[in-house]
């Protein structure tokens, strides 16, 4: 109720409370909370929208601020990479990663048998050396970085 604009008149007031009590009586908190939110998009649609705007940047800002991604040790010759991405980086990871992940086709070899995160980890694989053997890569001292076993 508090979130109604000013301009909302006693009838509306009073109709939107009483949809907010016979609600509550059928209702939990959280579908009370989305009914309550609805509501108040119905009644006052251009102060919903630019209020909700202002969340979705304030979120889409913590999410940014909140990226991280660290190293975990080398044992037996494999490492771990600890990573946590705001939902528009993890999509386009994601459509990167996709195609390259796909199973392969059916060869000489059989079928493709690799789990799921299998191919997720291979196709990760391959977008670093893509990324790397790009012409745009980031250098250090002047060279693309490289392993050499």
């Known amino acids: 109720m508090r979130r109604l604009p000013n301009d909302a008149g006693p009838e509306v007031r009073a109709e939107a409370e009483a949809f907010l009590l016979d609600s509550a009586q059928a209702l939990d908190t959280d579908p009370l909370d989305k009914a309550g939110k609805h509501?108040?998009?119905v009644i006052a649609p251009e102060d919903a929208e630019r209020r909700i705007g202002k969340q979705l940047?304030?979120?889409?800002?913590r999410a940014r601020?909140?990226?991280?991604l660290s190293f975990g040790p080398v044992r037996?010759?494999?490492g771990t990479m600890f990573m946590r991405l705001d939902v528009p980086t993890?999509?386009?990871l994601q459509a990167l990663l996709d195609p390259?992940?796909?199973?392969r086709?059916?060869?000489?070899?059989?079928?493709?048998l690799r789990s799921s995160e299998r191919r997720q980890a291979d196709a990760f694989?391959?977008?670093v050396v893509l990324a790397q053997a790009a012409a745009s890569a980031p250098t250090r001292g002047g060279t693309r970085p490289r392993l050499t076993v």
Do not use: F, H, V
């Not at 601020?65 to 991280?68: D, V």
């Open 57 to 61: 940047e304030e979120q889409e800002r």
């Open 100 to 103: 390259l992940a796909r199973p």
């Open 39 to 41: 509501l108040y998009e």
């Open 65 to 68: 601020e909140n990226r991280t």
């Open 125 to 127: 694989a391959e977008l």
């Open 90 to 92: 993890l999509a386009i």
């Open 105 to 112: 086709p059916t060869g000489a070899d059989g079928p493709d």
């Open 76 to 78: 037996d010759g494999m």
